[in-house]
């Protein structure tokens, strides 16, 4: 794990607040990369025996949210002081980890249409203020024909009423997010964090290999995103945590790791956006 050289809290919120996605390059070593790469695919194809275990995102692309213990990596992801510093910054030193999971566009994915993951709360909307993050590893190498997530940076601001599901802008609005459109190229080791409300998109893979990402979700104290989730650990696993991981976690704490029977649909991205 490497450390950054300096932690620009201005820079966090100004890129935050401005962009909606800012990064960190080589935070972790690709070694550590390719080990998140196993235990995902790994995850991956245990899931799709349980039904609603892997939720589709669209043609050949799938969602899956996993325990903590089963990443070997979530401690030094939760204790990473870059990770530690963006999340104190914008979602105040009681920030709380509720959420992990894997996206998987696998070859044959299809551009996504534009979207934001969930409706924006009144904290975003009208009090300006980010109350949730994303966090995202790629455990691949990220070419252009492997499908790069697309984001319209700044969008996370926008009022999008008459929007499908609060989610999907009309094609109307298209023109704009295409204008203010970057694709992302991460590489093994890098980590990412972004207002999920920031509108964006997964293109299509045209590779002949999926391209596997981490997410670790963040809320703020007055966010509700963990009543989407079912974050759990068995207790040995929790006591074992050091107290910077065990006092952010919003989870139930068991005898036995239970499957995570998923509640997120995003009906939106069944289709293909053509």
Same mark, same amino acid.
């Given at each position: 794990?490497?450390?950054?050289?300096? *932690?620009?809290?201005?820079?966090?919120?100004?890129?935050?607040?401005?962009?909606?996605?800012?990064?960190?390059?080589?935070?972790?070593? =690709?070694?550590?990369? @390719?080990?998140?790469?196993?235990?995902?695919?790994? +995850?991956?194809?245990?899931?799709?025996?349980?039904?609603?275990? &892997?939720?589709?995102?669209?043609?050949?692309?799938?969602?899956?949210?996993?325990?903590?213990?089963?990443?070997?990596?979530?401690?030094?992801? &939760?204790?990473?002081?870059?990770?530690?510093?963006?999340?104190?910054?914008?979602? =105040?030193?009681?920030?709380?980890?509720?959420? *992990?999971?894997?996206? *998987?566009?696998?070859?044959?994915? &299809?551009?996504?249409?534009?979207?934001?993951?969930?409706?924006?709360?009144?904290?975003?909307?009208?009090?300006?203020?980010?109350?949730?993050?994303?966090?995202?590893?790629?455990?691949?190498?990220?070419?252009?024909?492997?499908?790069?997530?697309?984001?319209?940076?700044?969008?996370?601001?926008?009022?999008?009423?008459?929007?499908?599901?609060?989610?999907?802008?009309?094609?109307?609005?298209?023109?704009?997010?295409?204008?203010?459109?970057?694709?992302?190229?991460?590489?093994?080791?890098? *980590?990412?964090?972004?207002?999920?409300? =920031?509108?964006?998109?997964?293109?299509?893979?045209?590779?002949?290999?999926?391209?596997?990402?981490?997410?670790?979700?963040?809320?703020?104290?007055?966010?509700?995103? &963990?009543?989407?989730?079912? +974050?759990?650990?068995?207790?040995?696993?929790?006591?074992?945590?050091?107290?910077?991981?065990?006092?952010?976690?919003?989870?139930?704490?068991? @005898?036995?790791?239970?499957?995570?029977?998923?509640?997120?649909?995003?009906?939106?991205?069944?289709?293909?956006?053509?």
């Amino acid at each position: 794990m490497s450390q950054p050289t300096e *932690i620009d809290q201005a820079q966090i919120m100004g890129g935050l607040y401005g962009d909606g996605i800012i990064a960190l390059k080589s935070a972790f070593t =690709t070694a550590f990369a @390719d080990r998140m790469r196993e235990d995902v695919m790994s +995850l991956f194809d245990e899931a799709r025996q349980v039904e609603g275990g &892997a939720l589709p995102r669209g043609p050949q692309r799938w969602y899956v949210e996993t325990q903590p213990e089963r990443i070997s990596g979530f401690v030094e992801i &939760a204790t990473h002081p870059w990770f530690v510093a963006v999340c104190e910054a914008v979602l =105040t030193k009681d920030y709380r980890i509720v959420e *992990i999971g894997f996206d *998987i566009p696998f070859p044959g994915a &299809a551009d996504q249409p534009w979207h934001r993951d969930f409706k924006a709360p009144e904290a975003t909307l009208k009090d300006r203020r980010l109350n949730s993050l994303a966090f995202n590893l790629t455990c691949v190498d990220t070419k252009p024909e492997h499908g790069p997530f697309e984001i319209a940076l700044g969008t996370q601001w926008d009022d999008i009423p008459g929007a499908k599901n609060d989610m999907f802008p009309d094609r109307s609005l298209w023109h704009r997010y295409i204008s203010r459109a970057v694709q992302k190229l991460p590489q093994r080791g890098d *980590i990412s964090a972004r207002s999920a409300l =920031t509108i964006h998109r997964g293109t299509a893979n045209r590779s002949n290999e999926a391209r596997p990402v981490l997410v670790v979700g963040v809320d703020a104290p007055d966010a509700t995103n &963990a009543h989407h989730h079912d +974050l759990q650990v068995t207790r040995p696993y929790f006591d074992s945590l050091p107290p910077q991981v065990r006092d952010h976690l919003t989870c139930r704490v068991t @005898d036995e790791l239970e499957p995570i029977i998923q509640n997120h649909v995003i009906e939106g991205l069944l289709q293909p956006s053509y």
